[in-house]
């Protein structure tokens, strides 16, 4: 754009110079004998018998100033006083004092603009941050467009100054809106209760590129588990059910699903909400330090399912709306696993929220080791059978080791957890449209209509039939009668003879 400004520059001034008669050209070259000359001079001694053209010099001083800014505006974009350029985002830290790390200012490891706001009000503050740097960002806009007219010479400044001054987000091409940086809003699962969903849905119900992560260590609480977990389901609903905001929901457990994930949330010039599974080695019963068995048994047992809600897709309907292709066996409950037991002998084992809470510190006493025995039932299958007929049954899970196969008793209060746990899963699959009731409706419609038809078309056959069998048998008993009639005249006039 600076070379295009510049060079429509250079075309108006080289039109202020004869060129009809070059006379004056080939004497100021007589005189330099050879030599070097100053193009000030040249151009003095043209002019000299006669008149050059004018030109506005209002208009080659704007060109001009404008070039000035696009300069000034490309070194803060590539270099600026840090050395690296305008930073890409911009981002908000809200978060409990399990994230006093960053405050440690300057000894962390922000290299972008970052705000520490460790309120309530963090989604009011990121909507305000926004508006600052969206401002700053219309103006470069304003001075690009005013840069591309001007090197068309198509600018008029009665029709496009007060055209240029009005623009706002919505004025702007999507080409110009991946130029404003977006803000980003980074905050634990655990600090939003409802008040703080309700503030991040207004938020999300924005047009504005806001991106929001939430970090979600999964680990819930003793203390009324199914109410959490609710809590945290319907804030995810209500983000989805704005049909505005990109909703997306992972972890490392499925690395593919994540970045492409990212990839696309972060590439949008709409909001985007991001849960994400981070481990809290603090929480689970084992000690050793890889995180990596946890994200993945977060994602296998349902305890946090891999979720993408794309509005751009799916804007009309939530039904069939949510992506579950992250899962393994997404279509089923519970996800198969072929365990190793002794020799060839493999078990199928299907893993449940209740294998997810046995690593965690907080539920370790909801587990009894028993011994082998006939009433013990598989959790699954236990869930299957009517809460009436549960007596004398004991759900229990299971684990390998060096010494065979162990059994562990799960209490009442794990069993409520993942039938709870599996009844949300079953509503992530009718948002997918993988679990509905309208396929079943559809075949008993589908049914009656093929058999009301079936009906009439026999009906039909039979009134048809019954109507050619009636006009054969009206022809035969014609033809029967004519044979008749005939052999009786033949009897008649032998009796005669």
Request: charged share 25%.
């Amino acid at each position: 754009l600076i070379d295009s400004l510049s060079e429509n520059i250079h075309s108006d001034l080289s039109k202020a110079l004869p060129k009809e008669n070059l006379d004056g050209l080939a004497k100021s070259l007589k005189r330099a004998k050879g030599g070097k000359v100053s193009l000030q001079e040249v151009i003095s001694q043209i002019t000299d018998n006669e008149h050059g053209k004018l030109f506005d010099a209002s208009i080659l001083g704007r060109k001009t100033n404008l070039v000035d800014d696009l300069k000034d505006l490309k070194w803060s974009l590539s270099e600026g006083p840090s050395g690296v350029g305008r930073s890409r985002f911009g981002m908000l830290l809200a978060g409990s004092a399990s994230m006093e790390w960053a405050k440690q200012y300057p000894s962390n490891n922000f290299t972008s603009p970052s705000v520490i706001h460790w309120h309530g009000s963090a989604p009011e503050q990121t909507l305000g941050l926004f508006y600052g740097q969206l401002r700053y960002l219309i103006d470069n806009i304003k001075l690009i467009r005013r840069a591309e007219l001007e090197s068309k010479g198509k600018y008029d400044p009665y029709t496009h100054d007060a055209e240029i001054a009005s623009l706002t987000w919505h004025d702007l091409s999507e080409d110009e809106k991946k130029l404003v940086p977006p803000v980003i809003l980074v905050g634990e699962r655990d600090d939003l209760n409802e008040a703080g969903w309700s503030s991040l849905n207004k938020l999300l119900a924005e047009k504005y590129p806001v991106k929001v992560f939430l970090f979600d260590h999964n680990a819930t609480s003793k203390n009324d588990p199914v109410a959490n977990l609710t809590q945290t389901i319907s804030g995810l609903f209500s983000s989805i059910a704005l049909k505005n905001a990109f909703v997306f929901q992972g972890g490392m457990g499925n690395v593919d699903h994540l970045y492409n994930g990212l990839l696309n949330g972060l590439d949008k010039t709409t909001p985007a909400l991001f849960n994400l599974y981070a481990t809290k080695l603090d929480n689970h019963t084992s000690d050793q330090i890889n995180w990596t068995p946890y994200a993945s048994l977060a994602l296998t047992s349902r305890a946090f399912p891999a979720l993408c809600y794309d509005p751009e897709l799916n804007s009309n309907f939530l039904n069939g709306a949510v992506d579950l292709d992250g899962n393994k066996n997404y279509k089923d409950e519970w996800v198969e696993e072929e365990i190793s037991v002794s020799g060839d002998e493999i078990i199928v084992y299907k893993i449940t929220w209740a294998d997810w809470a046995f690593t965690q510190s907080i539920w370790e006493s909801e587990f009894d080791l028993v011994n082998a025995a006939d009433t013990n039932i598989m959790v699954p299958d236990y869930l299957q059978i009517e809460v009436n007929s549960r007596k004398g049954k004991t759900p229990v899970i299971m684990r390998t080791g060096e010494q065979g196969l162990k059994y562990y008793q799960v209490s009442e209060a794990v069993i409520d957890m993942t039938a709870a746990v599996l009844s949300n899963w079953q509503t992530w699959q009718e948002l997918a449209g993988l679990l509905t009731q309208f396929p079943t409706k559809l075949k008993q419609e589908v049914t009656k209509e093929l058999s009301t038809k079936y009906e009439a078309d026999v009906a039909a056959l039979k009134e048809d039939y019954e109507k050619q069998l009636k006009e054969k048998e009206a022809a035969f008993t014609e033809k029967i009668r004519l044979q008749i009639k005939n052999k009786l005249v033949e009897l008649s006039s032998l009796a005669k003879n």
